[in-house]
């Protein structure tokens, strides 16, 4: 079963609190009116296994990405694609090619087309 967006997005910001946090506290942090939307939202989190109780009832993030998310990196507290790296190396490398050596139409049309599935993925 996939994450959800409401998922992803309190598991990103569990993430950057990077504290231990009771129900009460992840409710206040997450904008939700009842503290049972905040615990099922925790409960999910903890059977995928992002998130862990310890023995005092708060919640801790936990380091590792589990291997369903492992099409993605950690970069700064953020979760970015892998896709995302390498599709700005590829662009980049194709675009600085292009303007120091200022190659044959060919070879640009080329380099252009080998960067563009990137792009779409």
Not at 13 to 39: C, D, E, H, W
Not at 73 to 101: D, E, H, N
């Amino acid at each position: 079963m996939p994450l959800s967006r409401d998922d992803l997005k309190a598991y990103l910001k569990l993430r950057k609190y990077s504290n231990a946090i009771t129900v009460r506290g992840f409710q206040r942090l997450m904008g939700f009116s009842s503290p049972g939307k905040a615990q099922n939202v925790l409960n999910r989190l903890e059977r995928y296994g992002l998130i862990e109780r310890n023995e005092f009832g708060e919640y801790i993030v936990k380091r590792d990405l589990p291997p369903e998310l492992s099409m993605y990196i950690v970069f700064k507290g953020y979760i970015v694609p892998r896709a995302l790296i390498f599709t700005m190396y590829i662009t980049v490398t194709v675009v600085v090619y292009i303007v120091l050596s200022k190659p044959p139409l060919h070879i640009v049309t080329l380099l252009s087309a080998l960067a563009i599935p990137y792009w779409i993925e």
